[in-house]
C-alpha cells in the first residue's frame, strides 16, 4: 500500500492537502452496493458549512457521509451526485451514494448555499 501511495504522488494524482479520503472498507454483505469498496467520511456542520469542507472519493466507489448537525435541520445536495437528503438538526445522518461520471470538482450546499467540494478521483 505505501508503495502505491508514494506512486500516486508522485505523479500529482493525490487530492491537493486538506482533502479527506477515508481508508476504504468492505460493503457488507447483501447491502445492495455495486462496488466492492465503501468509502465513510465523517463531518460536522459549522456555521452553514462542512467540517472539513473539502472531501474526495474515487470514481466507481460507495461512499457514506456521516453528517453531524448543528442544531438547524438542513437540506444536502452534492452536484450530479447528492439530489438533496435531508440532515437532521441534531446526532449523526447518513448519506449514501457511489461517485460516478468524470474526475473533477463538485459543489456541496446546505439548504442551496455553497457548504464544500467534493473532488471525483480518478481510479
Do not use: W
Not at 14 to 39: F, H, I, K, R, Y
Not at 76 to 101: C, S, Y
Amino acid at each position: 500500500m505505501g508503495l502505491l501511495v508514494l506512486g500516486l504522488a508522485a505523479c500529482g494524482d493525490m487530492p491537493d492537502e486538506g482533502t479527506v479520503v477515508e481508508p476504504a472498507t468492505e460493503a457488507s454483505p447483501g447491502s445492495g452496493e455495486t462496488t466492492d469498496t465503501t468509502n465513510e467520511i465523517s463531518v460536522t456542520i459549522v456555521d452553514g458549512k462542512l467540517d472539513p469542507a473539502e472531501l474526495a472519493g474515487e470514481i466507481g466507489d460507495a461512499v457514506i457521509l456521516d453528517v453531524t448537525g448543528d442544531g438547524t435541520e438542513h437540506t444536502l445536495a452534492i452536484d450530479e451526485l447528492v439530489d438533496g437528503e435531508t440532515i437532521a438538526a441534531e446526532g449523526q445522518t447518513e448519506v449514501g451514494f457511489t461517485v460516478e461520471g468524470e474526475p473533477g470538482t463538485l459543489e456541496i450546499t446546505l439548504d442551496g448555499q455553497p457548504a464544500g467540494t467534493f473532488e471525483r478521483i480518478a481510479p
